[in-house]
């Protein structure tokens, strides 16, 4: 299967050598696709450089900090154009181990349409995370689960393969959440469309170089979704497509 990984960048200059050289290293066929939303810190002149001699490393200049989902939508977008079959979603930070990317592309290859690289399954790890911090996060997705039924763990985790009937199942253009919101969003839709879905474990490991990019509105804004969804869907009956009130 033709693999595209898929990493949204920004001001990552201090990780992207190193996440592009660990990734390259695990899946050596695979084509990188760094969607830069216009990092002055030269992230992008990093990725690009690297493709001379790791190859396979293509990166979508954006003008601006678009947000996380539409840098994801925008590398779908053009790995279906390009006709790839399985896509990675990760972050660039190292959050998300590269050395995890084999067994979740495994699952992939055995028929899941969304493979989920999962913090809250059995041999799942987020170590050095205060007692708060967890239960912020399963929280989270316990009330993710209950809203919206979904039978999955951790509907918020951003490691993850797609297969290419998964993001053809429904329009990309009509996902419109950013940041933990598309995560829960992505998996709502796949869910829906009647995909196949399977976590696998994972340990989670907070960036060691640069700063966080998510904030307290993302959050917020991914709640308030979820409330919509479970209401649009469950009492007004409408279906996705409908849109967010304002």
Not at 137 to 154: C, F, K, M, P, Q
Not at 185 to 212: H, K, N, Q, W
Request: include cysteine.
């Amino acid at each position: 299967m033709r693999t595209l990984v898929v990493l949204p960048t920004y001001n990552e200059s201090e990780n992207i050598e190193t996440v592009l050289r660990r990734v390259r290293a695990v899946v050596p066929g695979a084509d990188i696709l760094v969607v830069d939303d216009g990092s002055p810190d030269g992230t992008a002149d990093i990725a690009e450089r690297l493709n001379s001699e790791l190859d396979q490393i293509e990166v979508l200049r954006r003008a601006s900090k678009s947000g996380l989902g539409s840098a994801y939508r925008a590398g779908f977008r053009l790995g279906l154009e390009a006709d790839y079959d399985t896509f990675v979603e990760m972050d660039a930070d190292l959050s998300h181990d590269p050395d995890a990317l084999p067994s979740l592309l495994a699952a992939s290859e055995r028929g899941a349409d969304l493979v989920i690289g999962s913090r809250y399954v059995a041999g799942g790890r987020t170590p050095k995370w205060p007692w708060y911090r967890l239960a912020i996060s399963r929280g989270g997705n316990l009330y993710v689960r209950a809203l919206l039924g979904l039978a999955v763990h951790d509907c918020t985790a951003g490691f993850r393969v797609y297969s290419r009937h998964a993001l053809t199942s429904f329009p990309l253009d009509e996902v419109a959440a950013e940041g933990y919101g598309f995560q829960v969003e992505m998996t709502y839709r796949v869910t829906r469309a009647g995909g196949s879905i399977t976590e696998v474990p994972i340990e989670f490991r907070d960036r060691e170089l640069g700063t966080s990019k998510m904030s307290g509105r993302i959050v917020v804004e991914a709640l308030l979704l979820v409330a919509w969804w479970a209401v649009r869907d469950r009492i007004l009956r409408r279906g996705p497509g409908s849109p967010v009130p304002h």
